[in-house]
């Protein structure tokens, strides 16, 4: 098993289609595993770097989603607002901006969308998780 990756246990059904079986969980660079069930009773508030997000977020009313182990899909959750800042252009600064949402499910791996429309398969972008080796929200 590959470390520093981000699973996600699946099993493959007869219709060609997947199905999560079990908790997302995270191998650190170390070998630990960090295991991911979303928490909706401990709020959190969650910071990511804006350069880590797809440029057709600019502009849009954006939202962050998690996984929800139960329910098998992404929720939405927390304060959706504005990017302000162009992801490609924060890329070229060091330290980029960041955006902040507050009132979002802890312990999960989410997601930043547009909340204007129903993102599909690749349309949620990369997953989100907070590390808890390097104490930050990073990007896989």
Not at 52 to 67: E, F, I, T
Not at 71 to 79: A, D, E, F, K, M
Not at 126 to 137: A, G, M, Q, T, V
């Amino acid at each position: 098993i590959a470390r520093n990756v981000l699973y996600a246990p699946i099993r493959l059904l007869n219709n060609g289609r997947t199905k999560t079986c079990g908790t997302p969980f995270f191998v650190h660079k170390s070998g630990k595993t960090q295991g991911f069930m979303e928490n909706t009773s401990r709020i959190a508030t969650v910071t990511f770097d804006i350069s880590s997000l797809s440029n057709s977020l600019y502009g849009k009313k954006c939202r962050v989603v998690y996984w929800d182990n139960k329910l098998q899909g992404w929720i939405p959750t927390g304060v959706a607002q504005i990017l302000k800042y162009q992801p490609k252009e924060e890329a070229k600064k060091t330290p980029s901006a960041t955006i902040t949402f507050k009132d979002v499910a802890s312990n999960a791996v989410y997601r930043v969308v547009n909340s204007e429309i129903t993102p599909k398969g690749s349309a949620y972008g990369r997953p989100f998780i907070y590390d808890n080796e390097l104490s930050k929200f990073i990007d896989y």
